[in-house]
């Protein structure tokens, strides 16, 4: 398995383990022939949730055309379990901008290009949007992937508490 560039700030105690194999998992699995040149730095916020509803995010930052950098801000106060299964959703974020499945106009700040489609994200509602459709279908099935890849993760993908 090839390991991509992994950088890592502000993470609760004991979720740096699974946050980067986790990493490394779903960008093998998605992207294999540019892991090496994938840099994810995940941030924890510790009130993300609190000042803009929301669990987590990702950020393509178009910097150099060979190397692609992202960076997903996950919520700290999220379960382990849901903590793995948003860091997941934002995965597949990674893996549609990577893969160049998504791509963010510059000039149109309101319109994304899905695959073949020019789509106005203010017309349309989040849960519609395809790469949503997408990263809400795979959460689920790449975390249980990912457990039965890396089993010694798998206490720490099923606590469901605030303390994780």
């Known amino acids: 398995m090839k390991t991509p ?15 980067r194999d986790a990493v490394t998992f779903v960008l093998n699995k998605f992207c294999p022939r540019m892991v090496d040149r994938i840099l994810v730095q995940v941030k924890g916020d510790d009130r993300l949730l609190e000042k803009h509803n929301e669990y987590a995010y990702c950020t393509y930052n178009v910097t150099d055309p060979v190397q692609r ?3 997903i801000v996950i919520d700290n ?4 379990h849901t903590w793995i299964r948003t860091l997941m959703h934002e995965l597949v974020h990674v893996k549609q901008y ?10 149109d700040h309101s319109s994304v290009r899905w695959r073949q489609s020019k789509i106005n ?44």
């Open 5 to 19: 560039i992994f950088r890592y700030r502000n993470l609760r105690q004991g979720y740096h383990s699974p946050t």
């Open 69 to 71: 950098e992202f960076t």
């Open 77 to 80: 106060t999220l379960s382990a």
């Open 98 to 107: 990577a893969k160049k499945e998504m791509v963010n106009y510059e000039r």
């Open 121 to 164: 994200v203010d017309k349309e509602s989040y849960w519609d949007l395809p790469w949503e459709i997408e990263a809400h279908g795979r959460e689920e099935g790449l975390t249980q992937q990912f457990m039965a890849a890396f089993p010694e993760h798998e206490p720490f993908c099923k606590l469901r508490n605030g303390k994780g």
